[in-house]
């Protein structure tokens, strides 16, 4: 996935005005990118964006943050298939917690003046967020899959060593992805949607190659996943496979249903975002003036909101996180009870095997997500 955008022509320095891979921040002073010049926005637009994004900051903050406590809580959910819930949460928590604070200054402040380098920080951790989102999506269609597919060899692919050197390996790839960034200097700020972020006309061929490895790629492995996973659900149900019925119960299906609407809804947001890039990169002297500013504006705040969704599917579609939720949150203003669940909780995880659903995957099959 690329956090995309649309023609740079209402910037100051539009990337449209240099050739090739030349970096737009080597002109950039200590102050930082300089705001567009255009007409100002109507107050009502300002408090909609503003409105958006600080509704997705706290919901995203503090659904994600359930999601994590949830899983160290409680024993049933601390499984292989949870460790990559966990580390999507963790990139939706990036964004939160820096990124989205500031792209907030500057709505409020109409312009960025907080510097180059904050600007640079910002852009890096809106990339890792969401390429960090989107690889993790496909570790979890991959889960699912031998799971469900394949799940003889389930417990041995992803015992718990395997498991954290996948998640390991999500970051590392999401960490070298990102870093082209500073060398072909496409990291800057839009002043129509205050952030700074991917401007993907400074180089053509490398914005291609961003849209097609980090969304069409990772969407094409999901779909595939989900796709043979539905085929199995059906030729069960419809008793084609009766060898098969016994390993998709309910709650098997329910939980898959779960991730396929997490990674059906982040390719919804995702979608109109990457497309606009992807017909910019490929032909901007046609594309960029049939682009009306309010379309790539609300295709960008899409993409934004999307962080804060996969918590609230958990909390809806998952019986496990929603019981959890609701302890978490009574023992907010109870203090004594969550330190009392939670000793009683590592007691029982002790004393069972180290992780279900790692080591027992008949018991790990109607708890994982």
Same mark, same amino acid.
């Given at each position: ?25 080597? #002109? @950039? ?62 990139? #939706? ?24 380098? &904050? ?35 389930? #417990? ?31 990291? =800057? ?10 401007? =993907? ?33 059906? &030729? ?82 998952? =019986? ?15 203090? @004594?009870?969550?330190? =009392? ?29």
């Amino acid at each position: 996935v690329t956090f995309t955008g649309a023609s740079e022509a209402t910037c100051p320095r539009s990337a449209m005005d240099v050739p090739g891979n030349v970096s737009l921040l080597t #002109d @950039h002073t200590d102050r930082g990118p300089e705001p567009s010049p255009g007409a100002a926005r109507p107050a009502w637009a300002i408090t909609a964006l503003a409105s958006v994004l600080i509704f997705t900051t706290v919901v995203d903050v503090l659904g994600n943050l359930l999601v994590i406590v949830s899983v160290l809580r409680n024993r049933k959910l601390r499984n292989a298939g949870n460790v990559f819930v966990v580390s999507l949460a963790f990139a #939706d928590l990036l964004v939160a917690f820096y990124p989205y604070p500031l792209v907030l200054y500057a709505i409020f402040h109409d312009g960025w003046s907080l510097g180059e380098t &904050q600007c640079e920080i910002s852009g890096f951790l809106m990339g890792l967020s969401v390429i960090g989102s989107i690889f993790n999506i496909t570790a979890i269609a991959i889960n699912r899959y031998c799971y469900i597919c394949h799940s003889f060899s389930y #417990d041995k692919l992803y015992s718990y060593r395997n498991t954290l050197l996948l998640v390991a390996l999500i970051w590392l790839l999401t960490v070298i992805a990102i870093v082209p960034n500073f060398f072909v200097g496409s990291l =800057q700020y839009d002043p129509r949607i205050y952030s700074c972020t991917f401007a =993907q006309t400074v180089s053509t061929s490398y914005t291609i190659t961003v849209v097609v490895i980090h969304f069409f790629v990772p969407i094409a492995v999901v779909t595939f996943c989900y796709l043979r996973i539905w085929i199995l659900v059906i &030729q069960v149900r419809r008793r084609v496979k009766t060898e098969v019925s016994r390993r998709i119960k309910p709650s098997d299906l329910r939980n898959f249903i779960t991730m396929f609407v997490v990674f059906v809804l982040f390719a919804i947001c995702w979608a109109p975002l990457n497309l606009i890039g992807l017909a910019v990169a490929i032909d901007p002297a046609s594309v960029v003036p049939r682009i009306p500013e309010w379309l790539f504006v609300v295709s960008y705040f899409m993409a934004y909101f999307n962080s804060c969704l996969n918590a609230v599917i958990y909390g809806l579609l998952n =019986q496990n996180f929603r019981r959890e939720y609701k302890r978490i949150v009574t023992s907010v203003w109870m203090p @004594h009870l969550f330190f =009392q669940e939670t000793s009683r909780g590592g007691t029982e995880g002790m004393r069972s095997k180290p992780s279900p659903g790692l080591n027992n995957n008949e018991q790990a099959k109607g708890e994982t997500v």
